[in-house]
């Protein structure tokens, strides 16, 4: 596993851009929160000059909304099958496995988790899942953990510095 070779950040959604919750209002619509930290690290990803994607198992209109506020350009929602989507993906993105991180939380995302490059899972994810990841988050999901990753790949690739230099 070489970080500095990962081109392409992949995520799940619920339980890793989002602490796992769902809230439904009184129409029946599903809501979420996202943290604020893991928008940054997203922001950062891109400056970098690098791609991300999401994947989820769930549909939802929230996710659509914060992806585009994002510029997260490549939304699958609605995937019973990751692996499937996840191989779209990659020709999409004329990358190789070893070039995908993948941040995932749950059984669903194992199969996608045993090919990338850079396997993650976010803390509190099932015992299947950390025992067979390259890295396992110090912040749950929800909470910090994807902003975690991407700073953890972006130091490993030596462009941390660069990112840093338009606060410092």
Excluded at 52 to 72: D, M, P, Q, T, Y
Aim: charged share 30%; glycine share 10%; with cysteine.
């Amino acid at each position: 596993m070489a970080l500095k070779d990962i081109k392409l950040m992949i995520v799940d959604v619920d339980g890793v851009l989002t602490d796992g919750r769902i809230f439904c209002n009184d129409s029946g619509e599903e809501q979420k929160v996202f943290h604020v930290k893991d928008g940054s690290g997203i922001a950062y990803w891109h400056r970098a000059g690098l791609k991300s994607a999401i994947i989820s198992g769930r549909n939802s209109r929230a996710v659509e909304h914060r992806a585009k506020e994002l510029g997260i350009e490549d939304v699958c929602q609605g995937a019973q099958n990751k692996l499937e989507a996840y191989e779209r993906m990659i020709k999409r993105h004329r990358v190789k496995d070893e070039e995908v991180c993948y941040i995932g939380d749950d059984l669903i995302d194992l199969p996608v988790l045993r090919r990338v490059g850079f396997s993650v899972a976010v803390q509190g994810s099932p015992e299947e899942l950390l025992s067979a990841v390259d890295y396992v988050t110090k912040a749950p999901g929800g909470r910090g953990a994807v902003r975690e990753v991407v700073e953890k790949l972006l130091k490993s690739q030596g462009k941390w510095a660069e990112i840093l230099k338009r606060y410092v």
